[in-house]
C-alpha cells in the first residue's frame, strides 16, 4: 500500500508540472500576443503622426520639399502618337538633356504645337518632355516617365528640356536661363541626380545642340555651376 501510495502521489506531481507547464506557455503566448498588438498599434501610430524625433538624416528630400521648390508648369501634354509621343514608358532615369529649339523667336507654345501637329504630318519624330519660353514659362509635353523623342539612343535614360530663345546666335535670355536653373535644379532632385548629370544634344549625337552652350563651354560650365548651387540652396 506504501508503494502505491507513493506512486500515486508521483503521478498527481507529474500532472501537476505539466498543467503549471501548460499554463505557463499559455501565458507566455498571450503576452507575447498583447505585445505584439502594441507593437502594431506603436507603428501604425508613427506611420501616421511622424513624430519629429523620428526626423533624422534621409537620403532623399521630402516630398513637401519637392512641391516647395518645384517651379511653376503648365501640363499641355501631346496626344499619344507614333511620331511625338509614343507612350513607351522610361527606364531609370541617369540624365537631363538640354536643348535650343534653332527655332529664333518662336515661343513655347509654338514649339509644343509643332510636336502635336507631327501626329498629321508625319514629317519626323519629335518631342521633348518640357519647353521652356522666352518669358520663362515652363509646358510640359511629356510625362517624365514616358520616352519623348529628343536625344536619340539616350530617350531610354534621359529628360529633355527644349529652351527657347531670342536670335541666331541661340543664348538664352535670362528669364529662360533662370527656368532652365530651377527646372534642371528641381528635376536633379526628384530623380536624385547632381548637375554632373546634365548633359548636352551635342555630347549625346555631336548635334550642335544647344548652340550656344556649345561653342561659349564656359557658358555651359557656369550653368551646370549655377544649377549645383541652387541644389545646394535647396
Same mark, same amino acid.
Request: glycine content about 4%; overall charge neutral.
Given at each position: 500500500?506504501?508503494?502505491?501510495?507513493?506512486?500515486?502521489?508521483?503521478?498527481?506531481?507529474?500532472?501537476?508540472?505539466?498543467?503549471?507547464?501548460?499554463?505557463?506557455?499559455?501565458?507566455?503566448?498571450?503576452?507575447?500576443?498583447?505585445?505584439?498588438?502594441?507593437?502594431?498599434?506603436?507603428?501604425?501610430?508613427?506611420?501616421?503622426?511622424?513624430?519629429?524625433?523620428?526626423?533624422?538624416?534621409?537620403?532623399?528630400?521630402?516630398?513637401?520639399?519637392?512641391?516647395?521648390?518645384?517651379?511653376?508648369?503648365?501640363?499641355?501634354?501631346?496626344?499619344?502618337?507614333?511620331?511625338?509621343?509614343?507612350?513607351?514608358?522610361?527606364?531609370?532615369?541617369?540624365?537631363?538633356?538640354?536643348?535650343?529649339?534653332?527655332?529664333?523667336?518662336?515661343?513655347?507654345?509654338?514649339?509644343?504645337?509643332?510636336?502635336?501637329?507631327?501626329?498629321?504630318?508625319?514629317?519626323?519624330?519629335?518631342?521633348?518632355?518640357?519647353?521652356?519660353?522666352?518669358?520663362?514659362?515652363?509646358?510640359?509635353?511629356?510625362?517624365?516617365?514616358?520616352?519623348?523623342?529628343?536625344?536619340?539612343?539616350?530617350?531610354?535614360?534621359?529628360?529633355?528640356?527644349? *529652351? *527657347?530663345?531670342?536670335?541666331?546666335?541661340?543664348?538664352?535670355?535670362?528669364?529662360?536661363?533662370?527656368?532652365?536653373?530651377?527646372?534642371?535644379?528641381?528635376?536633379?532632385?526628384?530623380?536624385?541626380?547632381?548637375?554632373?548629370?546634365?548633359?548636352?544634344?551635342?555630347?549625346?549625337?555631336?548635334?550642335? *545642340?544647344?548652340?550656344?552652350?556649345?561653342?561659349?563651354?564656359?557658358?555651359?560650365?557656369?550653368?551646370?555651376?549655377?544649377?549645383?548651387?541652387?541644389?545646394?540652396?535647396?
Amino acid at each position: 500500500m506504501k508503494k502505491t501510495k507513493k506512486t500515486s502521489r508521483r503521478k498527481i506531481t507529474n500532472v501537476q508540472k505539466r498543467v503549471q507547464k501548460r499554463r505557463r506557455i499559455q501565458y507566455y503566448l498571450r503576452m507575447g500576443l498583447v505585445i505584439l498588438v502594441v507593437l502594431l498599434i506603436i507603428l501604425l501610430l508613427i506611420k501616421l503622426f511622424k513624430p519629429d524625433w523620428l526626423a533624422g538624416k534621409k537620403d532623399e528630400p521630402e516630398v513637401e520639399k519637392f512641391e516647395a521648390i518645384e517651379p511653376e508648369i503648365d501640363v499641355e501634354l501631346l496626344t499619344v502618337n507614333p511620331y511625338s509621343r509614343s507612350g513607351e514608358p522610361t527606364s531609370k532615369i541617369t540624365g537631363i538633356v538640354v536643348h535650343y529649339t534653332a527655332n529664333p523667336g518662336a515661343s513655347a507654345i509654338d514649339n509644343r504645337n509643332y510636336f502635336e501637329g507631327l501626329k498629321d504630318t508625319h514629317t519626323t519624330q519629335a518631342s521633348s518632355n518640357f519647353i521652356i519660353g522666352l518669358e520663362g514659362e515652363i509646358i510640359q509635353c511629356v510625362p517624365t516617365w514616358e520616352v519623348a523623342y529628343a536625344s536619340n539612343e539616350r530617350n531610354i535614360d534621359t529628360i529633355s528640356i527644349e *529652351c *527657347c530663345h531670342p536670335d541666331e546666335t541661340g543664348k538664352f535670355n535670362d528669364d529662360t536661363y533662370r527656368s532652365m536653373v530651377q527646372l534642371c535644379a528641381w528635376l536633379c532632385m526628384k530623380f536624385e541626380l547632381n548637375e554632373e548629370s546634365l548633359i548636352r544634344h551635342y555630347d549625346v549625337t555631336g548635334k550642335l *545642340c544647344p548652340k550656344y552652350f556649345v561653342e561659349n563651354e564656359e557658358a555651359w560650365k557656369k550653368f551646370k555651376k549655377d544649377v549645383g548651387t541652387t541644389l545646394a540652396d535647396f
